[in-house]
C-alpha cells in the first residue's frame, strides 16, 4: 500500500530542485508510504541524477523513446498500489496532492484528476492554447464517451493495478486519451473524479511541446482510438 508519485523529466533538473520537496511535503501529508520517481532522458541531459540523490528519488532512463514511452516506463517501474503523476516543469503544484489523493480513496475512483476545466479550476495557458485544448477535450470527451472535463492533462492519480493491465501504443500526449479508454474498456464501472486545479506556467525552461507534431498525432490517435473503442479492444 502506498503512492508511487512518477515525474516525467527531459532537462528539468532546475525545476525538480524546486518541486521534490513540496512533493515529499505534500505527500506526506497523506499518511501514506511512498516513492518518488524520475523518469527522465534515454540518455542523462542534465544534473537530474544529482538532484534525484539529494532529494530521495529514484532516478530512472526512460526505456521507450518519447512522452509515451516514458509513461510507460513510469508504469513498468510503479510498486505501489496508487499511481500519482505530474508535470516535472512546476505547472502543476504539488499543494493538491492532498485533495487529489482525499478524492481518490474516499469515492473509491479509479482515476482523479487534476482538472482545469471543471468547477473551480483556472488555467494560465496562452489563449491559442486554451482554445486548442477546449477542442481537443470536447472532441475526445463526445467521440469515445468519456465522462470528464480535462482529459488532456496529466496530473491524475490511478490504481496502479488497472494501470498495469493495460497496453498503451501512443508515443505522445495523446497516449493520456488512450489510457482512460483502455481503463474503461477494462472495467465497465470505471468511475472519474476530478479536482479542480490551477494550472501554472512552467518555471524554467522551455516547452517541449512541438505543436504540429502535436496535431499531427491527435488526428491520427482520434480515429485509432474510435476503432478501438468499436471493437472493445483492450
Do not use: W
Amino acid at each position: 500500500m502506498g503512492i508511487s508519485v512518477v515525474l516525467l523529466a527531459y532537462k528539468e533538473a532546475e525545476n525538480l530542485k524546486v518541486l521534490l520537496p513540496q512533493i515529499k511535503k505534500n505527500v506526506e501529508k497523506t499518511g501514506e508510504n511512498y516513492e518518488i520517481l524520475v523518469i527522465d532522458t534515454m540518455e542523462t541531459m542534465d544534473d537530474t541524477p544529482a538532484v534525484c540523490k539529494e532529494h530521495g528519488a529514484k532516478y530512472i532512463n526512460q526505456e521507450e523513446p518519447y512522452f509515451g514511452g516514458a509513461f510507460r516506463t513510469g508504469i513498468k517501474y510503479a510498486s505501489m498500489d496508487k499511481f500519482l503523476i505530474l508535470d516535472s516543469d512546476g505547472s502543476h503544484s504539488p499543494k493538491y496532492i492532498p485533495r487529489i489523493y482525499k478524492k481518490f480513496v474516499s469515492g473509491h475512483y479509479d482515476l482523479v484528476i487534476g482538472s482545469r476545466y471543471c468547477k473551480g479550476g483556472v488555467t494560465n495557458d496562452s489563449i491559442s492554447s486554451r482554445i486548442m485544448s477546449k477542442i481537443l477535450n470536447t472532441t475526445y470527451r463526445l467521440v469515445l464517451g468519456i465522462k470528464a472535463k480535462d482529459i488532456s492533462t496529466d496530473y491524475r492519480m490511478y490504481d496502479t493495478k488497472q494501470l498495469k493491465r493495460v497496453k498503451l501504443q501512443c508515443n505522445y500526449y495523446d497516449v493520456l486519451q488512450e489510457v482512460i479508454l483502455k481503463l474503461k474498456l477494462k472495467n465497465k464501472r470505471f468511475k472519474i473524479g476530478e479536482v479542480p486545479i490551477k494550472f501554472y506556467k512552467r518555471m524554467y525552461g522551455d516547452s517541449k511541446r512541438q505543436l504540429v507534431k502535436f496535431i499531427i498525432s491527435y488526428m491520427k490517435t482520434l480515429f485509432y482510438l474510435i476503432g478501438v473503442r468499436v471493437k472493445g479492444d483492450k
